[in-house]
């Protein structure tokens, strides 16, 4: 009925990593019907960490069987039988992707001793196999190898089958159990308490640091998809590993749940998130007066204490805006530093070439509009065309008596970047109707 198994490795994760040992007993539930151990040759060193930890040496696995050789045997041991391991995704991993590089799929159902400890044991101090053996008072003579582990485990689970006296193994093993599929140390009313909405989910280390941020429109339904799965990427793994808990966020729709990944991501740099972990350069097109008393536009890097009079993401992009103002109000590039040499002509008068500048001002002003999306019960705020804040207001306003400064004390200030500009692009044109313009 149960094949419990325990492996040691190289080191590193399932994809990369390789087993140098492993140990199936074969267990009724009762007793053990039979147990097959072997060293495996990995045909990649051993780190010398692990040699250390296990006592597996690279001499001792030279002229071991390839795990090819033996995969034909694992597979007829574990087919028919429910996969039992000490964190069991961590061994049912490696054991996957071994036998998929053989040319043979195993889908077996799955149970983790931890986690089942947790339920038939709780409040002991620690639940690693070295950890619940002594508490336990188990035999467990050879720690880090995998036939004395694998043996280990078989008299846990036989303490747990006895002290089950709530049913906890039936209802694991009906079914597909989140229990299965969870990483070890998340307890289960985590995930039970996440609900079928939109959101931002957030993945915790054992020092309480966040290491993954996620946005969802269903966020039960997307932090399964990271565990359930038989995936055996290095991503995958490192989860299973280092995820202890679990919080989230509800937001009113997969686009404000956009915008706060987007924010939390930036603000929090987490060590598992790839896409939108980038410096972004910013360039502003800023005004001033010289000593001569000429109004002047510039474009320079951003400059958090100067408020630019337009944001841009691109120098290309701040050098066409600038270029295409030159041209409208009759603009002389080498007062807006876009030509460094002096023209040949005598410059303007200061007041007739000031009003130019203005105009031109005014009609980047006239552009850069100040409106709120209403999305669900959230507010998005936009100031002369840049995201300033978001979140919900407590006692909600008619539409009409929605001012500016109503939502300035009431939603969160958040910077933009460029990701939450073109989502408020996009979402403005998809859903004007969702849109509160106030005048500048």
Not at 5 to 24: F, L, S
Not at 44 to 63: C, E, H, R
Not at 169 to 174: G, T
Not at 250 to 273: D, G, H, M, Q
Request: aromatic letters at 12%; hydrophobic letters at 40%.
């Amino acid at each position: 009925m149960f094949a419990i198994v325990d492996i040691e490795t190289t080191g590193g994760h399932a994809h990369n990593g390789g087993i140098t040992e492993i140990a199936i007993v074969l267990f009724d539930g009762k007793k053990i019907e039979g147990v097959y151990e072997t060293l495996i040759n990995p045909q990649m060193p051993i780190q010398p960490f692990v040699q250390t930890l296990t006592g597996i040496t690279n001499a001792m696995v030279a002229n071991a069987p390839l795990f090819s050789a033996v995969a034909p045997h694992i597979y007829h041991l574990l087919k028919d039988r429910i996969f039992v391991a000490h964190n069991v995704n961590f061994d049912y991993a490696f054991v996957k992707q071994h036998l998929n590089a053989c040319g043979i799929e195993l889908n077996t159902q799955k149970l983790c001793t931890i986690r089942l400890s947790r339920k038939i044991f709780p409040g002991l101090p620690k639940y690693g196999l070295g950890s619940i053996c002594k508490t336990l008072q188990i035999n467990h003579s050879q720690q880090h190898r995998a036939s004395g582990d694998a043996l280990a485990t078989t008299e846990l689970f036989k303490l747990l089958i006895q002290n089950d006296k709530s049913g906890n193994l039936q209802k694991m093993m009906k079914g597909r159990s989140i229990a299965t599929y969870l990483p070890p140390h998340i307890p289960e009313e985590q995930f039970i308490n996440i609900p079928e909405k939109p959101g931002v989910y957030y993945f915790y280390n054992q020092q309480k640091k966040i290491i993954y941020v996620g946005k969802a429109k269903n966020l039960k339904k997307r932090v399964t998809q990271h565990f359930a799965n038989n995936k055996t990427t290095a991503q995958k793994q490192a989860f299973l590993r280092e995820v202890y808990a679990i919080e989230f966020n509800v937001c009113s729709s997969e686009f404000t749940a956009a915008i706060l990944e987007s924010i939390e991501i930036k603000k929090r740099w987490p060590k598992y998130n790839k896409s939108q972990k980038f410096k972004e350069q910013k360039f502003g097109l800023y005004h001033f007066i010289d000593n001569k008393g000429y109004e002047r536009l510039a474009i320079d890097k951003w400059k958090k204490q100067l408020n630019p009079l337009a944001a841009f993401s691109y120098i290309t992009e701040a050098n066409n805006c600038l270029w295409n103002l030159i041209h409208e109000f009759e603009l002389i590039p080498y007062l807006c530093f876009l030509d460094k040499n002096e023209p040949d002509y005598p410059l303007p008068d200061t007041f007739e070439y000031n009003a130019r500048v203005k105009k031109a001002i005014q009609s980047l002003e006239a552009q850069a509009i100040t409106c709120s999306i209403k999305d669900g019960s959230h507010y998005i705020l936009i100031e002369k065309g840049m995201f300033t804040g978001m979140g919900t207001l407590q006692n909600e306003p008619e539409q009409t008596a929605l001012t500016v400064e109503m939502l300035k004390n009431a939603l969160t200030p958040y910077p933009e970047n460029d990701v939450i500009k073109h989502l408020i692009q996009q979402y403005i044109r998809n859903y004007p109707e969702q849109v509160i313009y106030f005048n500048n």
